[in-house]
């Protein structure tokens, strides 16, 4: 049934938030899981707080050797910087406690973007029986263990393209024009997928989804210049 499905899929995140917290107090011991390329994020977020220019190559070179790393050349933000405000709440902390905090978070986007393409591709009520091997398989695949081990973004982005294929077959334009708002923080990835979008906009005349992508984009931009202008200047 419907409420086994959900009660399963509940099950399998909590367990994998368990493995997920085994593997950030090994991150936070040995520095390898979850931190390679996620110290870029944290660099930039602390050096954009202090005011300073997060896509500097010596001063990402100093706050990331303060941290630990030990290769002479830095590992470099290309995002725009309204990723870091998206990511605020887990880069506010230490660089161990936000790394073991990304790989438990990354658990959870992948668990969610395998229930909206679930539900999304499938519009009867889905069992246990379906869900939990897609579940264990999208945090297990390679691509998402090799993500989770160097700390990207990369899990974030499916969580975006889940909620948009989500929101676009189930009429969910709000939660599309999100989606979009999500995959912003790698524009140059998804040039293809907004022709798609945009030709579906037209068609249908579903003109919330724009409205949703533009108020969305639009608000994290803002809260951005209004934590600090010079970020929008770089």
């Known amino acids: 049934t419907a409420s086994t499905a959900r009660t399963a899929s509940v099950i399998v995140l ?31 977020f602390q050096i954009a707080e202090a005011g300073g220019n997060p896509y500097s190559a010596p001063a990402m070179l100093a706050v990331e050797q303060a941290a630990g790393r030990i290769d002479p050349t830095p590992v470099m933000m290309w995002n725009p910087p309204w990723l870091l405000e998206l990511m605020r709440p887990i880069l506010a902390q230490t660089m161990r406690r936000s790394a073991a905090i990304w790989i438990s978070a ?32 999208s945090v297990v ?15 974030l982005l499916l969580f975006g393209v889940a909620l948009l ?21 790698k524009p140059h990835l998804f040039v293809m997928v907004v022709a798609l979008v945009a030709i ?5 005349r579903r003109w919330r ?19 600090s202008a010079s970020l929008l200047s770089w």
């Open 200 to 204: 579906v906009v037209i068609r249908d």
């Open 165 to 185: 294929y989500w929101g676009l077959r189930r009429g969910h334009d709000i939660a599309a024009g999100l989606a979009l708002m999500l995959l912003s923080v």
């Open 14 to 44: 909590l367990i994998g938030l368990c493995v997920g917290a085994i593997l950030g107090r090994a991150s936070q011991a040995s520095g390898a899981w979850g931190t390679k390329d996620f110290i870029e994020y944290w660099a930039a």
């Open 141 to 155: 695949s390679f691509p998402a263990v090799l993500t989770i081990q160097l700390g990207q973004v990369s899990l």
């Open 106 to 137: 990354n658990i959870v986007l992948a668990t969610a973007a395998c229930l909206l393409i679930a539900h999304g591709y499938r519009r009867e009520a889905l069992t246990a029986g379906d869900l939990i091997p897609a579940i264990i398989g």
């Open 209 to 227: 989804i724009v409205a949703s992508a533009v108020a969305a984009t639009g608000a994290i931009v803002l809260i951005t210049w209004l934590r």
